[in-house]
Structure formats: C-alpha cells, structure tokens
C-alpha cells in the first residue's frame, strides 16, 4: 500500500514519512518546507515535493499579524494561507496512492475533494482537542489562571474550515483516548475515528541508568495551560 503525505508547515509528518519509506510505502511526501530541511529528516529527496515560497509567504504575512491586530482588521494569515495550500496541493500534487495523509490540523477540504474524484481515500490526522471543548474548558482555564489575555482563540472561520475537513475525510487519526473523545462528543462519526500514538525516534530517545539523588520531573512542550503542567 502507497501513502501521500500533505503538509503545510512541519508538525510530525516528517517522522511518519521516515518510517513510511523504510518499509516502502511512501509515494510522496508534499510540504511547504524547503527540500534540504525536509531531508535531515531522513526522507529520501526524491520522495519530497517542496513548495517552500508557501512558508515563505506565511512567515512574511505572519509579521504583519501584531499591526494587523492594532488595527482591528479581520485578516486571518492562517486561513488565507490554508486556503491557498490546500488550491495549489488540490490542482498541481494529487498523487494516486491508496491513501493519502493530511489534516495536521489544515484545511484540507480541497485536496479531499480532488481524491474522492479520483476513488482515493483519505485520513485527516488531528492535532488538537475539538474546537468546543477548547472553546469552553480550555477558556475557563486561562480565565481561571488570571491569564485570559494570552487566550489566543482559533478565528471561527479557520475552524469551519477544519471541522469540514475533519468530516469530509473518509478516517480520522486521533492522537490519545482523550483527543478522540471530544470529537464524539462533538458528534463525529465514532466509526471513523481510530487511534494512532506518536511514535519515538530511539536514536535520539532511549533508556539510560542514570544515577541520581533526587527526583527529577521534565516537562516537554508548549502550550503550558493546554498541557496541564501545572498540574503535574
């Protein structure tokens, strides 16, 4: 089986199309990223289809958002962005493998489109909890915390987007028991959703006897509200 990987930006794609080529079953890997980035990763170059002015552009736009903010105008960088990867992905990179890789936590309505025109199927592979339990719980924790000002909410029109892809995709890849949950209860197809946890790279990874006189706790991450580290 030949799997397509569809990315804008980096996330954990890099990783899967590692494995996905070891074993044989990558077609191609498409990212905004440029070529030789892409190949620290050890993903073979002629697996990479690289559209890295897509980042370019993000970047640039993206240091117009504080003064865009000042100014109270409504013009979302992400979802502009999304949009034009997802046209220029859907008209130009359409792959016929069996299954083609996306989400990532894009719109990617465009791309499913194409593919269903084709008989290709699709997994949508989220990156977050859903849009109303960050709208209700996640809020009320930065509200709680005396931190409601850095509540940096995801523009309604890019989650429209999301959730269409979300359910437009024939599966959905949920990262933990907990992310899945609040898919279905936000009422996606529980059939479709199935679970696929983050691997390790154990070159990098790996168990060492350390000796140490105390207890140590590390925490990796951003987003320290959302990660509940205040709480560990």
């Known amino acids: 089986m030949k799997f397509t990987i569809y ?4 996330n954990w794609s890099y990783q899967l199309a ?12 498409v990212t905004s990223y440029p070529k030789f980035f892409v190949k620290k990763y050890n993903v073979p170059a002629n ?15 993206g240091k117009f958002d504080p003064l865009l903010y000042k100014l109270k105008l409504n013009f979302d960088v992400n979802l502009i962005m999304d949009w034009a990867t997802d046209t220029i992905y859907s008209l130009f990179f359409i792959q016929n493998s ?17 593919a269903r025109k ?9 990156n977050n909890s859903s849009s109303s339990y960050r709208d209700k719980v996640l ?15 995801e523009p309604k029109a890019l989650t429209r987007k999301i959730n269409e892809s979300i359910n437009m995709a024939d599966y959905i890849g949920a990262l933990s028991s907990f992310q899945k949950q609040t898919y279905i209860d936000e009422g ?29 706790v590390i925490y990796v991450g951003n987003d320290f509200v ?4 205040k709480y560990l």
């Open 226 to 229: 959302r990660k509940g580290a």
């Open 47 to 61: 697996k990479i289809k690289s559209i890295f002015l897509i980042e370019i552009l993000v970047r640039l736009l």
């Open 188 to 216: 996606v197809d529980e059939s479709k959703i199935f679970l696929s946890f983050l691997g390790v790279d154990t070159s990098v990874f790996f168990p060492k006897k350390i000796k140490k006189d105390k207890f140590i």
């Open 98 to 114: 069996d299954l083609l890789l996306l989400g990532f936590g894009n719109t990617t309505c465009k791309i499913i489109k194409k």
């Open 118 to 126: 084709k008989n290709i199927k699709t997994i949508y592979f989220l």
């Open 7 to 10: 990315i804008k930006g980096r």
């Open 18 to 29: 590692k494995v996905l080529s070891e074993t044989d079953n990558l077609d191609f890997l």
């Open 139 to 153: 809020k009320e924790e930065y509200d709680k915390l005396g931190l409601s000002k850095f509540y940096n909410g």
